[in-house]
């Protein structure tokens, strides 16, 4: 079992920046993709990011891509999100996720066994 904690949410103004952080314990998620998603209010919980286990590769979901940065320290055992200029639109919570899955699609939120609590992120105009 993983167990994924998520950290750095909060209130912020438009424009401003936040890096999200997920720490990982009960086992080493060094060979597990991992992916961030959030769940806006009133909305489906959707895709914002992912990283493979080698951080060789990234993926980012059109609302996120040059303005988020996914990364990972494997020897921490963490993952990070930095959201730049950040939009009223990204208030969500915003969940970390263990990819478990077998069909290569970092994008399906059905790929991820592992899942955080949640982290509020609240953006004002």
């Known amino acids: 079992q993983v167990q994924l904690v998520e950290s750095g949410g909060g209130l912020v103004q438009a424009g401003a920046s936040v890096r999200l952080t997920c720490v990982a314990s009960?086992?080493?998620?060094?060979?597990?993709?991992m992916g961030w998603f959030r769940q806006p209010p009133g909305k489906e919980r959707e895709f914002v990011s992912a990283?493979?286990?080698?951080?060789?590769?990234?993926f980012y979901a059109d609302s996120a891509k040059g303005r988020f940065t996914i990364s990972r320290d494997n020897a921490k055992n963490t993952v990070y999100l930095q959201m730049n200029r950040l939009k009223p639109e990204d208030t969500a919570v915003y969940y970390c996720?263990?990819?478990?899955?077998?069909?290569?699609?970092?994008?399906?939120?059905?790929?991820?066994?592992?899942w955080g609590q949640g982290t509020q992120v609240t953006v004002s105009s």
């Open positions: 009960g086992r080493t998620i060094s060979s597990h993709a």
């Open positions: 996720a263990a990819y478990t899955g077998s069909t290569n699609n970092p994008y399906s939120r059905g790929e991820y066994g592992f």
């Open positions: 990283i493979s286990w080698d951080s060789d590769q990234t």
